[in-house]
Nanobody, 124 residues
Framework: QVQLVESGGGLVQAGGSLRLSCAAS????????MGWFRQAPGEERDFVAA????????YYADSVKGRFTISRDNARNTVYLQMNSLKPEDTAVYYC?????????????????WGQGTQVTVSS
């Protein structure tokens, strides 16, 4: 069992930056790949980024590639999402998740544990 708590969301102007954190409980955090997803009002929950258990590989949605960076610190049981050059279309609730199933990193069905989400609002 893993419990996840996101933080770091807020209101920022277009072009600005935010860093989201996701703190995990449980000794097994370092064995899971981790992902970030986001959901805008009335939309599906979409893949943003993922990182393998050891941080060796990262994956990004095309819409955030080159602007967002996912990283993790297994000693701190934390995964991060650095978001730069933010755009109004990045506005959403951002969720972190632990990947517990085989399957694509971009598929939300590959993840069983989810945080409660943190709101990111980008004003134009």
């Amino acid at each position: 069992q893993v419990q996840l708590v996101e933080s770091g969301g807020g209101l920022v102007q277009a072009g600005g930056s935010l860093r989201l954190s996701c703190a995990a409980s449980g000794r097994t955090f370092s064995t899971y790949a981790m992902g970030w997803f986001r959901q805008a009002p009335g939309e599906e929950r979409d893949f943003v980024a993922a990182i393998t258990w050891n941080g060796a590989n990262t994956y990004y949605a095309d819409s955030v590639k080159g602007r967002f960076t996912i990283s993790r610190d297994n000693a701190r049981n934390t995964v991060y999402l650095q978001m730069n050059s933010l755009k109004p279309e990045d506005t959403a609730v951002y969720y972190c998740a632990a990947k517990t199933r085989s399957g694509p990193y971009s598929y939300k069905g590959s993840y069983d544990y989810w945080g409660q989400g943190t709101q990111v609002t980008v004003s134009s």
